[in-house]
């Protein structure tokens, strides 16, 4: 074959599904199991890490699981909110799609909580399904 064609071949018509399962915090499941506590991705999971944030001493190891965090939280977004999704991953942030016009960037967020008391993941969860109730 000439090295000015290339050889053709239609993309199939049936997509994939976007992501809506990762993982990535492991570690952060681990930390709830050594104390016997489940972390279910749902709202009470959410708490549960805004707990631990208010109540930690070891401020390093907090900062370990700052990505897990973001990770757990991204995972809570796609089971709750139906339709939403993974999206590439941009400056190395993966970010949740909830709605066609927003998107959140969950390793930023869980950044940001850890830095800053307000808003907390609980807080930001409900300004989430805000913006998902107004955009539907």
């Known amino acids: 074959m000439s090295r000015w064609y290339a050889e053709y071949k239609s993309a199939d018509l ?3 599904p976007p992501p809506t399962n990762v993982g990535g915090y492991g570690e952060l499941l681990n930390h709830f199991h050594a104390r016997g ?5 749902t709202e009470e999971g959410l ?3 805004d707990d631990l944030i208010n109540s930690a001493v070891d401020i390093d190891l907090l900062a370990e699981l700052a ?17 939403a999704y ?3 991953i941009k400056d190395g942030y993966p970010r949740v799609r909830v709605t066609r016009t927003f998107a959140v ?3 930023r967020v869980a950044n940001r909580r850890l830095a800053i008391a307000d808003p907390t993941l609980v807080q930001n969860y409900a300004y989430v399904l805000g913006i998902v109730r107004h955009d539907a």
Do not use: K, N
Request: glycine share 8%; proline share 9%; no cysteine.
């Open 67 to 83: 990505r897990p965090i973001g990770m757990f939280y991204g995972d809570v977004l796609t089971h709750t909110i139906p339709g």
């Open 14 to 16: 049936v997509s994939a």
């Open 37 to 41: 506590h489940l972390l279910p991705q």
């Open 86 to 88: 993974w999206e590439v």
């Open 105 to 107: 960037d969950v390793v």
């Open 47 to 49: 708490a549960a890490i």
